[in-house]
């Protein structure tokens, strides 16, 4: 059976609830800043790879939409992109984007023990003094970003 996906039918987009840009204007500019300073010095290639993760694990569509375009048009392959959401399974990732991804799952995923001590371990070694401070940042800035996102229904359809 083949499928036309010109004429299928799509599902609409999720009524925005509130638009913290225009209802807290100066919340929303303090998040770009903690956005730009977590990015500051990071991989761009890491920085996408774990803002793709956590919008995965949080469900944000919106985020994860903006997210896999950004890490597209930083160079990662398609095929690396579709392998994030497992990418324990797969061969595409370097050690370094492996010891980020874990990182991002474990600081998003918080347990009762909160981030193991082997995979801080792994994003210490692999990360410098400089690096491993930007990537937890980025990490705790792109869980703030997925929770306004999915509390406030933000859609790719905004703009698609």
């Known amino acids: 059976m083949t499928t036309n996906h010109e004429t299928a039918p799509t599902v609409p987009a999720p009524v925005r609830r509130i638009d913290l840009k225009d209802k807290a204007p100066d919340f ?16 761009p290639v890491v920085r996408e790879l774990v803002r793709v993760r956590t919008s995965q694990l ?3 569509a919106y985020c994860v939409d903006k997210h896999s375009h950004a890490a597209l048009e930083e160079g990662v392959s398609q095929q690396k992109l579709i392998g ?29 023990h909160g981030v193991a001590d082997d995979v801080y371990d792994e994003a210490a070694k692999l990360f410098d003094e400089d690096e491993l401070p930007r990537l937890i940042a ?23």
Request: proline residues 4%; aromatic residues 10%; hydrophobic residues 50%.
């Open 28 to 43: 929303y500019q303090a998040m770009f800043a903690l956005d730009k300073a977590a990015a500051k010095g990071l991989d």
């Open 58 to 60: 949080n469900g944000c």
């Open 84 to 112: 994030v959401t497992v990418w324990r399974e797969t061969p595409f990732f370097t050690a370094r984007e492996r010891a980020a991804l874990a990182l991002a799952e474990a600081v998003t995923q918080l347990g009762p």
């Open 138 to 160: 980025m990490c705790v800035a792109m869980n703030a970003w997925n929770r306004i996102g999915v509390t406030c229904r933000l859609s790719p359809a905004a703009y698609a």
